[in-house]
């Protein structure tokens, strides 16, 4: 099943053109230096909903001169619920699968859950890092991402320049990545009826009905990220960032597998339908960070802003306090928030009566919401110079009303239940 696909993406290019806060750029004293691996595993674990496992290995290596190769591959799990869409009703609702070929219930004042989210997921990137000029230094990446429904290929390329002895660093990065969705079932048809079994006669009629609402083929979306940083020694103890960055995406941007309910004066639900989105999106987002040294901790502060043409404005504040406990351990408290404003065509339902919009989503993760981590972390340098961390943190999200009335019983229903989980990660890098 789909998630947010950008993420990595995203990370891969900032590690490329920014690797800066803390990043040595001296050249490395002997030429052929040693393997330094990092593994992890992490679990994320919603309370009735999504969980993930995760492992991670990354691997980097510097042949000398600055030339510095870095691989990762990344392998998840994911099994659990994910929200439909649909509203809560008082009595029992019947859906049908997005493969068409089964069916499920889901009993009264209960958010609608599809239980069909499963998936594994496997991630390989690469990146070649090298002196190109003096005090200038380029990169480059390739990554592949794959799963059932889901393929994903990117490139990226960047450069970054020195200046007042290494102490100012520009940098100016360039991602394309292409994706491929092939939905279980096939893509449904914008606003066409989820239909049920129920309703026929036959499972021949059924199936050719429910032929006549997907799309034919796989869809394809593309996305451009531009990138634009400065990094800022302040003094021996501070240093700064501030990036730029700019998506362009454009293609297949609808989740296959989100619908809305279509309700009546009532508020009780007349039928389904299938969502759909814009085919654009433009991106624009200001980061700033911050990282100050003390005799025995490091703070770590961020901002960021996001907003786009979908009316999506985002403000997110992380913080990071890494407590040394003695030469060889340390503890990190973390704290972040965020804040979003829903999408202009975010709704949680919509009224029977009334004609269809051209663009409509009742997905969750588009409206008005706030979430808040907490978390701790601990870590340890081992008599062989090899580290070893555990990470537990608390996570919820909490949906917000961005102005809907709700007619009828579905003022007795939670429209907006909060999003509560776990994650708890252990690594160790030798």
């Keep these: 099943m789909q998630l947010e696909k950008n993420i990595p993406i995203a990370a891969a290019l900032a ?3 920014c690797a800066l806060l803390g990043a040595p750029n001296a050249k490395a004293e002997e030429s052929q230096e040693p393997w330094a691996i990092d593994t992890a595993i ?3 674990g919603e309370t009735d909903r999504v969980s993930v496992v995760e ?6 290596k510097d042949f000398g001169d600055e030339h510095i190769f870095n691989g990762k591959l990344v392998l998840d799990t994911l099994t659990g619920a994910s929200a439909s869409g649909a509203v809560a009703q008082p009595g029992v609702q019947s859906f049908t699968r997005p493969s068409g070929k089964g069916s499920y219930e889901v009993n009264g004042g209960e958010t609608p859950l599809d239980d069909t989210f499963q998936d594994t997921r496997v991630q390989v990137s690469g990146q070649w890092t090298q002196p190109l000029w003096e005090n200038t230094r380029g990169s480059s990446g390739l990554n592949f991402s794959k799963e059932y429904d889901y393929l994903s290929i990117g490139a990226n390329g ?4 020195d200046f007042d002895r290494k102490n100012r660093t520009l940098s100016l990065g360039l991602s394309y990545q292409y994706d491929s969705i092939d939905p279980v079932g096939g893509a449904p048809v914008p606003f066409s009826n989820m239909l049920l079994r129920s309703n026929f006669d036959s499972d021949d009629g059924f199936d050719e009905s429910f032929a006549d ?5 796989s869809q394809d979306k593309t996305t451009i990220d531009v990138l634009l ?3 800022q020694t302040i003094n021996k103890r501070m240093i700064m960032q501030l990036n730029y960055g700019l998506s362009v995406s454009d293609g297949y941007l609808n989740d296959p597998y989100k619908i809305l309910s279509l309700v009546n004066e009532e508020g009780l639900t007349e039928s389904l339908v299938y969502e759909n989105r814009p085919d654009k999106r433009t991106k624009h987002n200001i980061y700033w960070q911050t990282k100050y040294a003390m005799d025995s901790s490091v703070i770590d502060v961020s901002y960021r802003f996001s907003t786009d043409d979908w009316d999506i404005n985002s403000h997110t504040i992380d913080s990071r306090l890494r407590f040394n406990l003695s030469d060889t351990s340390y503890i990190q408290p973390h704290f972040r928030y965020y804040q979003q404003e829903a999408a202009e065509f975010y709704t949680p339902f919509l009224n029977s009566g009334d004609s269809l919009p051209t663009y409509a989503s009742s997905d969750y993760r588009l409206g008005e919401m706030t979430a808040v981590t907490l978390g701790l972390k601990y870590g340890q340098t081992l008599s062989n110079g090899h580290e070893w961390g555990v990470r537990l943190e608390y996570y919820q999200q909490s949906p917000k009303n961005s102005g809907f009335d ?3 019983t579905l003022q007795n229903e939670d429209l907006y239940p909060s999003v509560k989980a776990v994650i708890a990660q252990l690594s160790y890098s030798f």
Excluded: M
């Design 158 to 161: 960047s450069i970054a320049k």
């Design 213 to 217: 609402t997907r799309q034919d083929g």
């Design 406 to 408: 709700a007619p009828g």
């Design 15 to 17: 590690a490329a053109t």
């Design 55 to 60: 492992g991670v290995l990354n691997a980097s």
């Design 42 to 44: 992490l679990y994320y």
């Design 229 to 231: 940083g400065l990094t």
